[in-house]
Nanobody, 121 residues
Framework: QVRLVESGGGLVQAGGSLRLSCAAS????????IRWYRQAPGKEREWVAT???????NYADSMKGRFTISRDNAKNTVFLQIDSLKPEDTAVYYC???????????????WGQGTQVTISS
């Protein structure tokens, strides 16, 4: 079984920074691309950024400049640094990852439970 757990969310004033983490655990053989998404109240979930297994990154156009995704393969953890936070960044942030477990030869996409980020003006 594989589990993704996000952390690092909270209530922050506009202009501040946050670093979110997504840690994978369980019977992991390898992890492919890891992605961050967010879902604001009343809106659809939107893709934020992706980091590949060799740390190539890609961002949604609206996220370029203030969002930085990175990963630590030794710790099976991915990070999302968000700078110059704005009230419109308020959302639940989720990660997902394509994981090949020790029990299966095919990768499976797992989601975390999300971490709430609330930005006050």
């Amino acid at each position: 079984q594989v589990r993704l757990v996000e952390s690092g969310g909270g209530l922050v004033q506009a202009g501040g920074s946050l670093r979110l983490s997504c840690a994978a655990s369980g019977s992991i053989s390898s992890i492919g691309p890891i992605r961050w998404y967010r879902q604001a109240p009343g809106k659809e979930r939107e893709w934020v950024a992706t980091v590949t297994s060799n740390s190539n990154t890609n961002y949604a156009d609206s996220m370029k400049g203030r969002f930085t995704i990175s990963r630590d393969n030794a710790k099976n953890t991915v990070f999302l640094q968000i700078d110059s936070l704005k009230p419109e960044d308020t959302a639940v942030y989720y990660c997902n990852a394509d994981v090949r477990s020790t029990l299966s030869s095919d990768p499976i996409r797992y989601w975390g439970q999300g971490t709430q980020v609330t930005i006050s003006s």
